[in-house]
């Protein structure tokens, strides 16, 4: 956890080596953000600077002794409980694919083609071209609970607490279907409230780095309120996810419909 304080953005854009160990494509270009030529006199032509992405600031907090279910409980999927002792997952990481069409088979390919072990997220939420819409697939890595592959930081934090979920689509041109981000929410919710994960835990890609995922038009403040919502009507009280003020503040305010 030490580690984890000491978490900081340390540069702006992505260098070869990031782009390597990161599950999604960064699509930024320096082209368009020079400025007009000026014709009247020689001038030093620098790029504009690079607003920095919103950078969470995650609060370590203590571990909870997580005892989740050893079978499927009703409405669980069954590959959604590891069978394997599960690890202290204490955070969701949320990304978009960056590409019109995919699902974890095509990711698992693309993924070990450029080096990496298998597929590098948790799950993987279709959009109707290589999976059906909504329908969430189980990563390997999941069934090993074995630690991530998605969101590379100088301490690698994310990656060995933060569930990797990636959607299918690009929504920096697009937004998530409505399928998508009802199984999403689903998915969400049901991790927060087996591993006791506080909503402020629930995070796009780019609150941990320099990077453009999951897109503008995924909204991860939506997520974390439909996922509070679906813990509400289940009757979670905000005692069960009792980490932080903000989670209870989130939990409380959501008004059932
Ligand atoms: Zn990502």
Known sequence: MAGFQSFLYSGIGCTLGTLFLVGCQSQTSLVGELPSPNFSGPVAVQPAARPLPPIVKIQPVAPVKVTPPKVAVAGVPRGWVPPVAAR???????????????????F???????????????????????????????????TKQKIGAHAKTPDNWFNEHGIGICLVGNFDGGRPTPAQMRSLAKLVAYMMRTYHIPADHIVGHGD???TDCPGRLLNVADVR???AQ????????????????SSREMLTDVKEK
């Open 88 to 106: 202290s997952w204490q955070a969701i990481v949320i990304h978009h694919s960056a590409t019109p069409v995919g699902g974890a088979a095509r």
């Open 108 to 142: 698992d390919r693309e993924h070990k083609e450029k080096g990496w072990d298998e597929l590098g997220y948790d799950f993987v939420v279709g959009n109707g071209t290589d999976t059906g819409d909504g329908q969430i697939e189980v990563g390997s890595r999941w």
């Open 208 to 210: 941990t780095k320099a």
């Open 225 to 227: 309120q439909m996922a």
């Open 230 to 245: 679906i813990l509400v009507a289940e009757g979670v009280s905000p005692a069960g996810n009792p980490r932080t003020a």
